[in-house]
């Protein structure tokens, strides 16, 4: 389960075409006007996830082959940017749904989590003891107008204000469309890995209100190191979205970033935890009993002879 | 550093057979396999190139992407590498395709 998220290729994006299942596998139907129609083989098993864009059109069957295989599909805008839907895989433990719940539905532990965030990002200690949300949300506005300054001078942009209006999307300058389109993919890719564990993509530590709260809070922890510094490096770029994709994907080799990101997830909602994950396969169904935790299913607990 | 190398030829002159049998093993009838440099790769894949005209031809190798390898691909009669933002993937016609829904 664990290994089998993290070897697996990062994202797949895909728009304007066909997806179909035919009696081999799943295929895309690529349409180009230099060579006609032709039909590509989707590695589904070996997809963690696959970002759909505008044009495309998928068959239930083929939508069912994804997710009996765990693949995420997303349903985005063009390029990649904005996330409007995603599929869940079924069969799967919910042991990180619990810790994420019962962190999450706790107050205090709920603080704790969003500083073991923000430490996580900018280095242990940089949080003042007793800090509220209202201050952490403070400490992190500064921390990233600082990068944008400190990026901006390094590759002599100016002035850099962040944007990411979608009415107003071709407009943008090459750093914001880098910045939206390499997030998205940063996104589906967390989305995938939370989805892969069991975790809900909603509950949010930091952020909230939005079925992708979870989401982004974990984005956020890799934001500085990976997507930020990519998309200014993209300031001349003349297709800076596909430009971001591409060099986005040897980022993730460089950085492992999917085994990377299951086990933060993990450190984060249940520090101290073991981290390996039964076999979903294996596992029965348990029961849940207040005093003594999970009880096994499959057997009759009728109390007497 | 040598590494491994696959190698498909797909109606190629005899000649060529002999020169690629001479580096690498024959695994399965047009299929070869072997460790060599990158250097005899390149050379291989260059003579390789020179006699497919009307077959088709893959080379395939490892590499430092997140796919682990490369692909080259010569000849008439192939099916093309499709780049997708990095990954890469197999296109092949609609005429093969029909062929293959027939039964």
Redesign the interface.
């Known amino acids: 389960m664990l290994p089998r998220v993290a070897d697996s290729l990062s994202f797949l994006y895909l728009d304007i075409v066909r997806i179909h299942q035919d009696d081999t596998g799943v295929c895309a139907e690529v349409t180009s006007e230099r060579r006609g129609t032709e039909t590509v083989y989707l590695p589904t098993a070996a997809l963690s996830c696959v970002l759909l864009g505008p044009g495309t059109s998928i068959t239930a069957r083929a939508l069912a082959t994804f997710a009996r295989h765990g693949t995420t599909v997303l349903i985005t805008g063009a390029g990649g940017v904005r996330c409007y839907a995603a599929t869940l895989p079924d069969s799967l433990t919910t042991t990180w749904l619990e810790h994420q719940t019962r962190a999450w539905a706790d107050d205090t532990r709920r603080l704790a989590v969003a500083t073991a965030m923000y430490e996580k990002r900018f280095g242990p200690g940089t949080v003042p003891a007793g800090a509220n949300f209202n201050q952490l949300r403070g400490f992190e506005g500064q921390r990233v107008k600082a990068l944008y300054q400190l990026l901006a001078r390094q590759y002599k942009i100016g002035r850099f204000r962040r944007a990411y209006d979608p009415d107003s999307w071709d407009t943008q300058d090459p750093v914001n469309l880098a910045l939206s389109s390499a997030n998205t993919c940063l996104y589906g890719i967390v989305h995938a890995a939370i989805l892969a564990l069991g975790c809900s993509p909603a509950l949010g530590f930091v952020h909230n209100g939005n079925q992708q709260a979870f989401v982004y809070d974990i984005a956020d922890l890799y934001k500085a190191d990976l997507t930020i510094p990519l998309a200014f490096s993209l300031h001349n770029s003349p297709d800076p979205e596909a430009a971001a994709r591409r060099s986005f994907r040897d980022g993730l080799r460089l950085f492992k970033l999917l085994p990377r990101i299951v086990t933060d997830i993990q450190t984060l909602l249940a520090p101290g935890h073991p981290t390996d994950i039964p076999d979903p396969e294996e596992q029965l169904v348990d029961l849940w009993d207040p005093t003594t935790g999970t009880v096994p299913g499959g057997t009759n607990h009728t109390p007497g002879p | 550093m040598p590494s491994m190398i696959v190698i498909s030829a797909t109606a190629v002159p005899d000649h060529l057979r002999g020169a690629l049998t001479r580096w690498l093993l024959e695994v399965t009838p047009e299929l070869y396999i072997g460790t060599v440099s990158a250097r005899v790769r390149d050379e291989l894949w260059t003579s390789v190139t020179a006699c497919t005209a009307n077959g088709a031809a893959v080379l395939a190798y490892p590499a430092?992407?997140?796919?682990g390898f490369t692909l080259r691909t010569t000849g008439s009669r192939r099916r093309?590498p499709?780049d997708?933002?990095?990954?890469t993937?197999?296109?092949?016609?609609?005429k093969s395709?029909e062929m293959?829904?027939l039964f």
């Open positions: 430092a992407n997140e796919q093309t499709i997708f933002d990095g990954l993937l197999m296109a092949f016609g609609k395709q293959a829904n």
